[in-house]
C-alpha cells in the first residue's frame, strides 16, 4: 500500500446532492513515501479542497483517503498544514508559534525543537518578534517550521509561495525543497504555477473541473535547470492540458 | 460613549508609532507639537473660564453665584480636602464603580462565551436581551431600589447592568469572528477542543473584550452618578444633589470635574492594560489595530 491513498474521492458542496456537480468527481492517486508531490490547477478547480479532505478539515461524500494505512477522518498532528496566508496565531511570537504543536502534545523540549526548526529555516534571531513585524517570505518560513514541529507524517502545502513576490518565492522554492531533503518528509503541495509544480515535484497531477488529467513522474535531476530542454519538455506537456480544455474534455 | 470614541482614537494614534528611524524626528517633532497644542487647549479653557467669571464678577452681568471661578472651585475643593469629605466621596464612588464594573465585565464576558459557543442558548437568552438592552439602564434603577433597597447592593447592581451589555456583545462578537484558519491550524497541529477554545479563540477575542470594556467605563460612570443621586449620602454624585439644594454650584462644578478626572484615569488605566496584553498589535508595521 501506498504512503498516501486516494480512492474514487468525490465531494461536492451543493447539499441538494444533485449529480454532476461535483468538486472532486471520482479521484485516484497515491502518493509514496517521501515522494513530493504536487497538485496543479485553475483557481476553482477543487484543489484547495483536496487538500482540505487530506488534512482531514472537511470529509468527503464518497471514497476514503488513508496516509500511513489509516483513514482519515479529522485533522491531527499526523497531517501537518501549511496554509496560503501563512495562519500564524499573532499573540504568540514567533518561538511560541512554533513551539505550539509540540506543546500542546506535552514534550518537555517543546522549545528546543521549535530553536532547532527555527535555525532550520534561517530564522535565527527572530524567535522573539511577533508575526505582523514580519515579512510574508519569514511568516511563511515560520509557517513551515511550525508545521513541521509536530513531526507530521505527511506535510500539506496550501499554495504556500502564492501571497510571495517573484523573487522570495524563486528562495523560498529552493528554501522548500532543502528542507524537505532534510527531513524526509512526504509533501503534498498545491500551486497554480507550472514552473513551480516542474521545479518541485517528483510527481505531479493535473486537476482540472475536479478531474485528474494528468498524473506525471518527472524524471529529473536536481537542482533543476530551468530553461534546460527537460524542463521545457514538462512544462509544455503541463500547459496542453491545463489550457487545451476543449479537447481533452471530449476525450 | 462620546469620551470613549477619543480614547479609542488615542489607543490608535499610540498603538501607529511606527519603529523606523528615518521617520521617527519628523514624528518625533510632530508628537511634541501636539503634545503642546493639547495643553494649550486645557489651559485655555480654563483660563477662559476664570477671565469669564471675573469679568462677571466684575460688571455683574448676571448673579456670579451661578457661574465660579476655577479659583473659587478650587478653594472650594480646599475646604472639602481639609474636612476629609473629598477622600471619603471619591472612595465611595471609586468603590462602587470598580465593584459595579468589574462584576459587570465578569458575568459579560462569560455569558458572551456561552452564548457564542451554544446555538441554543444564544437562541433562548438574545431576544430577551434585544428587548432590555434599548431601556435606558437608569430606569431600572427605581426598581432596583424597591428590590434591593437604598443600599450598596442597587447601586451597584445597576452599574454592572449597564457594563455587562455592551462587554457581552462585544465579547460574542470577538468569538464569533475569529479566523477560520487559526482553528484550522491549531487543529492540524493537534489541538483538542478545549486548547482550540483556550489558546486560539479566547487569545483572539480578548481584543474586543477590551473594546466592550471601555465602551461599558463610560455607561458606568453615568449609572453611579445617577444612582448616587438618588439615593445616597455620600459620594460624587450626592455631591451634586445635596449641593443643589444650597445653590452651591462651586460644589457642583468640583464634583463634575472630578467625575471627569476620574473617567480619565480609569480609562488610561485600561489603556495601559491593552498596552501590555496586546504588544503583539504594536508590533505590526501598517494598520495595527482595526476597529
Redesign the interface.
Known amino acids: 500500500m501506498a504512503f498516501v491513498e486516494v480512492n474514487s474521492l468525490f465531494k461536492s458542496y451543493d447539499d441538494s446532492g444533485f449529480q454532476g456537480k461535483y468538486v472532486l468527481n471520482d479521484i485516484n492517486f497515491k502518493v509514496e513515501e517521501n515522494e513530493f508531490f504536487c497538485v496543479i490547477g485553475h483557481s476553482g478547480c477543487g484543489k484547495s479542497t483536496l487538500l482540505n479532505l487530506l488534512a482531514g478539515f472537511i470529509k468527503p461524500d464518497k471514497g476514503e483517503i488513508y496516509v500511513n494505512g489509516k483513514l482519515v477522518k479529522k485533522p491531527s498532528s499526523q497531517q501537518g498544514v501549511v496554509f496560503q496566508d501563512h495562519a500564524l496565531f499573532p499573540w504568540y511570537n514567533v518561538i511560541e508559534n512554533v513551539a505550539f504543536g509540540p506543546k500542546i502534545a506535552g514534550k518537555k523540549d517543546a522549545y528546543d525543537i521549535a530553536l532547532r526548526l527555527i535555525k532550520m529555516v534561517g530564522l535565527e534571531g527572530y524567535e522573539k518578534k511577533f508575526p505582523n513585524s514580519l515579512s510574508g517570505g519569514m511568516a511563511q518560513r515560520v509557517g513551515i517550521a511550525r508545521a513541521l514541529a509536530s513531526n507530521p507524517e505527511l506535510l500539506l502545502m496550501d499554495e504556500p509561495l502564492g501571497a510571495l513576490d517573484a523573487m522570495t518565492r524563486e528562495k523560498m522554492r529552493m528554501e522548500i525543497l532543502k528542507i524537505w531533503k532534510q527531513t524526509k518528509k512526504t509533501v503534498v503541495f498545491i500551486t497554480h504555477s507550472i514552473a513551480e509544480a516542474v521545479y518541485l515535484a517528483d510527481r505531479v497531477i493535473v486537476l482540472k473541473d475536479g478531474k485528474i488529467f494528468l498524473n506525471q513522474k518527472i524524471e529529473m535531476e536536481r537542482p533543476r535547470q530551468i530553461h534546460s530542454d527537460q524542463f521545457l519538455k514538462y512544462t509544455k506537456m503541463l500547459e496542453k492540458v491545463l489550457f487545451d480544455s476543449e479537447k481533452l474534455i471530449v476525450e | 460613549m462620546v469620551f470613549n470614541r477619543t480614547a479609542i482614537e488615542e489607543t490608535n494614534k499610540k498603538f501607529q508609532q511606527k519603529p523606523e528611524k528615518s521617520v521617527t524626528i519628523s514624528q518625533h517633532k510632530k508628537k511634541n507639537h501636539s503634545r503642546s497644542a493639547q495643553s494649550v487647549s486645557l489651559i485655555g479653557f480654563f483660563v477662559i473660564w476664570q477671565v469669564f467669571s471675573s469679568l462677571n464678577a466684575y460688571f455683574d452681568w448676571f448673579n456670579p453665584q451661578f457661574f465660579p471661578s476655577p479659583l473659587i472651585v478650587c478653594r472650594t475643593t480646599w475646604g472639602y480636602i481639609q474636612d476629609g469629605t473629598l477622600i471619603s466621596s471619591i472612595s465611595a464612588s471609586v468603590i462602587r464603580v470598580l465593584s459595579g464594573f468589574v462584576l459587570g465585565t465578569i458575568v459579560g464576558v462569560f455569558l458572551g462565551i456561552i452564548m457564542a459557543r451554544s446555538k441554543m442558548l444564544n437562541d433562548l437568552i438574545n431576544p430577551v436581551l434585544n428587548m432590555l438592552g434599548p431601556i435606558p439602564v437608569y430606569a431600572f434603577l427605581p426598581i432596583f431600589m424597591i428590590w434591593f433597597g437604598i443600599s450598596e447592593v442597587s447601586k451597584i447592581t445597576l452599574i454592572a447592568y449597564a457594563t455587562f451589555l455592551p462587554v457581552l456583545t462585544y465579547t460574542m462578537d470577538g468569538i464569533k469572528n475569529v479566523?477560520p484558519?487559526?482553528i484550522?491550524?491549531?487543529?492540524?497541529?493537534?489541538?483538542n477542543e478545549w486548547?482550540i477554545f483556550n489558546?486560539?479563540i479566547l487569545?483572539?477575542a480578548?481584543p474586543n473584550v477590551f473594546i466592550g470594556m471601555r465602551i461599558s467605563l463610560a455607561l458606568a460612570f453615568g449609572a453611579l452618578i445617577v444612582a448616587e443621586m438618588m439615593g445616597s449620602s455620600e459620594g460624587l454624585g450626592f455631591i451634586i444633589v445635596n449641593a443643589r439644594n444650597w445653590f452651591k454650584l462651586d460644589d457642583m462644578f468640583m464634583s463634575c470635574i472630578l467625575i471627569g478626572l476620574l473617567y480619565t484615569l480609569f480609562n488610561y488605566i485600561l489603556i495601559l492594560f491593552e498596552k501590555i496584553l496586546?504588544?503583539?498589535?504594536k508590533?505590526?508595521?501598517q494598520s495595527a489595530i482595526e476597529r
Open positions: 479566523n484558519t487559526w484550522r491550524s491549531a487543529m492540524s497541529l493537534g489541538a486548547q489558546k486560539v487569545r483572539a480578548l496586546f504588544r503583539w498589535k508590533d505590526g508595521l
